[in-house]
């Protein structure tokens, strides 16, 4: 279950960004924000490299809290960022990936929408619910 | 399978015509108002076509992988064809050649229609311009027909 999902156009703006409502919530956008330097790294460092599914996998970004960072770009240069609660450690790889698969599914839909241009927040309630569905909840 | 190739070719057929239509009735100088409009249209749709087609393929190595990807699996999904013939001179003007473009065929081959045919192409360089500026390559998209039904679209990648 994610703590924070994000969703980051080409231009490195974001579309949308999700964080679940607990404390000083800055504190998730500054990570997302962090971590697009890491995947800007690994985009330009694909010579050969496996299809276009990149991992981010940071362990400790702040000496106080314990987070894991999970990165994936599409074809078309948009990024989704996944922040997870790294105590939560039954969380697998391959749950990781299925949550990624859903998300680009929902965000295609969301960009065949004709009333959706591209470049602008996201508003859809379809993807808010697919969201939703992967937060943690709270209370 | 055959009579949904025949409902979208009269659906995309119909709505050119109509569009056309109105294309007659205005001054000359509306007229490539018009034709932009469509080829604003099919950006859009281009886009969205991309993003969909693209989802579970592996990333593209460089610009020729991604003209090539337009060329094969694009094109048969959404013209139901292969391109018949891409030339390019390696610095970023690719011309595509398709010998029976689906939305041609049903205009009489022959010298009658060949000035008409440049308006229903308008739609379909936008799609075209469309899926390659969501990969990332900005283009001009323009297509000529000397012989119906075959026709060549050229695409010029803008080099930032």
């Known amino acids: 279950m994610a703590v924070c999902i994000a969703v980051i156009a080409k231009q490195n703006y974001p579309l949308y960004i999700r964080s679940v409502p607990t404390q000083n919530e800055l504190k998730f956008h500054y990570t997302v924000h962090t ?6 790294e690994k985009i330009s460092a694909v010579g050969k490299s496996l299809g276009d599914q990149r991992e981010l996998y940071l362990g400790l970004l702040y000496p ?5 960072v ?5 074809n078309s240069k948009v990024k989704f960022v996944i922040v997870v609660d790294s105590s939560n450690t039954s969380l ?3 749950e990781i990936r299925s949550m990624f698969r859903k998300l680009h599914n929902s965000f295609t839909d969301v960009m065949c929408n004709p009333f959706h241009n591209p470049g602008d927040p996201i508003q ?3 993807f808010d619910g697919i969201v939703s569905g992967m937060m943690v909840q709270t209370g | 399978m055959s009579s949904d190739k025949f409902l979208q070719d009269y659906l995309h057929f119909t709505f050119i015509q ?3 239509y109105e294309l007659s009735r205005q001054r000359p100088t509306d007229r490539a108002v018009s ?3 469509l080829e604003g249209m099919g950006f859009r749709v281009g886009q969205g076509l991309i993003e969909r087609l693209t989802r579970d393929s592996p990333s593209f190595k460089d610009e020729l992988d991604i003209m090539k990807f337009v060329c094969k699996d694009f094109w048969t999904k959404v013209f139901r064809r292969q391109i018949d013939n891409l030339r390019t001179n390696h610095q970023g003007t690719y011309v595509l050649q398709d010998n029976k473009f689906a939305l041609l065929t049903q205009l009489s081959s022959g010298k009658q229609y060949l000035d008409q045919a440049p308006k229903y192409l ?3 360089c936008g799609v075209v311009r469309g899926a390659l500026s969501n990969l990332g390559l900005d283009s001009v998209v323009t297509a000529e027909v000397s012989v119906m039904p075959s026709c060549k679209f050229q695409v010029v990648i803008q080099k930032l």
């Open chain 1, 35 to 40: 971590s697009l330097d890491v995947v800007e």
């Open chain 1, 64 to 68: 106080t809290e314990d987070y894991k």
């Open chain 1, 70 to 74: 999970y990165g994936y770009v599409t």
């Open chain 1, 92 to 94: 697998r790889d391959n």
């Open chain 1, 124 to 126: 859809s309630k379809t």
């Open chain 2, 18 to 20: 109509s569009h056309i």
């Open chain 2, 35 to 37: 034709v932009s409009v």
């Open chain 2, 122 to 124: 308008a739609f379909s």
